[in-house]
């Protein structure tokens, strides 16, 4: 039986609850022969509904829940109305869950009549081809790969297996995409670094003449740009997860299963660990080495590399009222100036000792 | 008599002053039977021209103008040497009358050669589908409304009537569109929420399946993305206008009349009012509540709820010589020690006492 | 013999060194016959490499290098184990040699049959259309120009001579865009200005009627926006190099041969200066005059204007660890009053004595 029937199957038939704790090894409390079909938050779940709980603020949505069942920790099975499944990390059990409930169904491969492929192009029989797609000459698409509508596939770039361009996303020529890869809509992959020399008063192209190469696994957000490499290539290691709008300059490496939240800029060069939290808003100057499992909090200006593994680092002042802020603001522009008092206040009160 | 023969009408004979005095509530001061064609500055303008005087920093250049008239307000009507239309929101009324000249011609229905709609979708027969547009699935297409070229609109979605898709715009499925929105180019709507959760090294991915609801009157902004809800919807109310490049996480809403400045971004589950004024650059953090009318300025980081409406919020230092700066931003690196010495200093001042 | 052919043939029997050293006015040291026939750096380079050093932190990597040529200044010549060019600036010839090595070849004119043009559109027969572009009515489009795949050609805008539009750009009606002008995949020129006059609780859009103009060498960065003018138009003089996701708002006009970093954004009618140096992710407030040859660095918020050419400016804070940044700029909530103790302070010891 095909994914597809099996996902109309859950639509319709659902998932017994016994059968998802045994599968990721979960404890039920109450009917293991329950079926859930949908996914839904505690206030608003109903009958068939799974819901779950992993922030403490919605805790006081539990008791009051109609979903046929939850997912959450011990700890807080107890005021739980409805048939619970128990789990360690109730949000992984949930997302692996929902990803059963919502499994894209596996269709045949197709080229659409209005998808424009160039016929030196290898493309999976397997791999679909959406309205107004573009593969130009000699790429590679992949088996079971989704090249969605208006979606552009350069020369000799590569897409790899089971990848998906959801659709208006862009890859440049040369580019090697790798296995489930999500690719979002208007991404730009592979567009030229920004390379030039400065001539008197004129800018000099420097031709940008290295890829970029994306491991499997990592998903690229909305309007999310990934240069290519001036010489070398633009690196994205495995399992990496790029939020929207975010610019990745030419020559930068991150790590594998490193998180950038939105509108986060990585200047060219910089190479980011492994296993990093990047907020949202960070910008990094260029050519820095950040170490890995390094967290960096929202709108931070990364100006310096860091080279011990597993810090916490910031830049950006809380919001304050207007009027206080202002006047604050003001005074930090004579701060080395308060600096320099205090230090002759508190030298004078030594002298007088 | 078509809209579209009525505007290019307006091109050659043009709006009589009396009239738009009438239709408006505005006062002629000068010649009621003169005609405006065209809207120009005040520095600029020439015979057939409508300007307007708002911005007093612009004052200088009202009593040279060759417009043939300008919509002012009651003070400076003294200085203005041509036909002057009075009101009493200047801008307001300048905007109505530029609506009136810049019509855009209601043109029939059509789907172009080039478009790619599939048979089960249901367009309106007075729609315009451009060239290289893609309809999926079971979408529906409003009366009157316009699918740029190039643009993409998924599956089981739906565009209101009179709603303008301008070119090269990404509609995800499912997602609702109300009346008289304008999405502009490179926009995505609908592209899936950054949500995972960590399972020891890696991210598991939270299927996205929620979808994003957009009210009537709403503008969308070249490249602004706004990602479809978890569980439930990303909601953007009625009047709200967003510019370029802004970013709205997953389950945000943001409330009617809002404006939001471009190169904002709003993080998953953040609630804005209604009615607020959010400057460029502003970063929100996730999970929080801003009330309704607040204004928050430039580049500021928004890291907490805002119970009280009406109020206005900054963060973001002002610029400054690079190297008071760098002195400055040094002695902020030892703030808190300051701080601790000045309260030293004040209590030994105290002991003296 | 055609560029293409020239191309081909440097990619087999490559470019001599000597020949190279009259044509930029350099000096070989080593074999003159030398022939180099792509670019790599210092460290990943061999056989028929080209490689350069201009940045002294690489100075490392140039005595094993295995390059066949390296440009460099006449004092790191001692050090090269392979043939030099010695050049006054080593980046700027290298980038004119890297440009010989990598010209794009220059296709005859095509109009791919997945096209898209308007039958009123004039397109010069050198111009290549690629598959999924839109030519909208009365375009214009130069003399080898390139239209690359899914990009859109708003009516009556013009693109100039040798000017390449990647692919998936979209060129608003009426634009005008000079000649050898790139605009990257994503980019959007002449989307509508952010213009909303309030009425009680409402937006009046304000029609934006002017265009944008781009002069002739400019490039602009994937998913970089430029507005259209309100009334007269946004200008990007000649030879300005824009990164990638740069928003520019209407009326604004930038320089010639200024360079702006990814992800800054320029606020409605601000004038900059030629010859500017703009960091990454810098916010300009609307109507400000930035005078020529003015730095700004990286994620700083440019408040006011700047009347003197040449200076540098600041306003971002540099990143700290985390715990110390939170004791740092809970201090900041209170520096207005730490500088009124101060002051007390001083003034108490002026009066002790």
Redesign the interface.
Known sequence: MSVAAATDEVATAGLVLGDLATRFGCEVIGDPDARVR????LA?AGDGDLAFLANP?YRRYLKQTRATAVVLSDDAAGDCPANALIAK?P??I???I??L??ATPALPGER?A?A?CDPSAVISDSARI???A?V?ANAVIGERARI???C?V?HDSHIGDDSVL???V?V?HGARIGRRV?L???A?IG??G??????D???????Q?GSVIIGDDV?V???T?I?RGA??DTVIEE?V?L???I?I?HNVRVGA?T?I???S?V?GSTVIG??CLIG??V?F?G?LNIADDV??????????SITEPG??????????????????????????D??R??KR??K??EDDD
Not at 201 to 207: D, L, S
Not at 315 to 336: E, G, H, I, Q, Y
């Open positions: 949908r996914v839904a938050t608003s603020k990390d949000y992984v949930y997302a692996r929902a990803q409930l919502y659409h209005g424009m959406g309205p107004g573009v130009e969605g509508p208006n552009v350069g959801v659709a208006s862009t440049g999500t979002h809509p208007g730009v567009a030229d920004f390379g030039y020399a400065r001539d008063a004129q800018w000099v192209k420097v031709p003449v998903d957000g909305a309007g740009t240069d010489v070398e399992g997860k939020d929207n709008q610019q300059g299963h998180i939240a939105a509108c800029g200047s492994k296993r949202g808003a910008g100057v050519h967290t960096i909090t929202g709108q931070t200006m990364v100006n310096r810090g916490v680092y910031s830049s950006a002042l809380p919001m304050d009222d207007a009027v206080r802020w202002r006047k604050n603001s003001a005074r930090f522009r004579k701060l080395d308060l600096t008092t205090v206040l508190e004078r009160l």
